[in-house]
């Protein structure tokens, strides 16, 4: 019982020290933009979704999306209220990835449960390609991405 006790402080102690453990500054993060800043509506849950293989974002219904969606690794940006804009950077990332901006609508006004609605809508960008250093920007009025690649860096592609 002893033993038992040990071995699950140490782990313990060891799991809040690693989750401590400083971010490297020197390490390659990226950046992610969601520009809401031209009326694109209120913003519920944004996402930053890992997308390799994913075809035919467009053409999905809601229910093949969000199930589609909630299958793949996702890091939460956070909310963006109409004319805001936010920018989140991490190098909590594969790099170079593939990836899409996922927006989970706010729920109160959009769901319908007599159409057996019964989550928010979620909408997804286009599918874009994620490298260390670059900054993309997803335009929501415009349902556009657009990138600087190596922002602050010189040089890159996205």
Known sequence: MLRHLVVVASVTAL???CASAPADPNAPQACVVVDNSSGGGALGRVYLV????ISGVRTMSQRDLRTELQRRRRIRIGQVGTGRSQRFCTQNLTLPGTYLVSIEEPSADRMDPAARQTQPPVRASETFRL?????VTYHVSQDR???QP????GGGDC
């Open 150 to 153: 190596e922002a602050g860096r």
């Open 15 to 17: 799991a809040a020290a």
């Open 131 to 135: 490298e260390a250093w670059d900054e």
């Open 145 to 147: 991405i657009t990138c």
């Open 50 to 53: 890992e997308a390799s293989g």
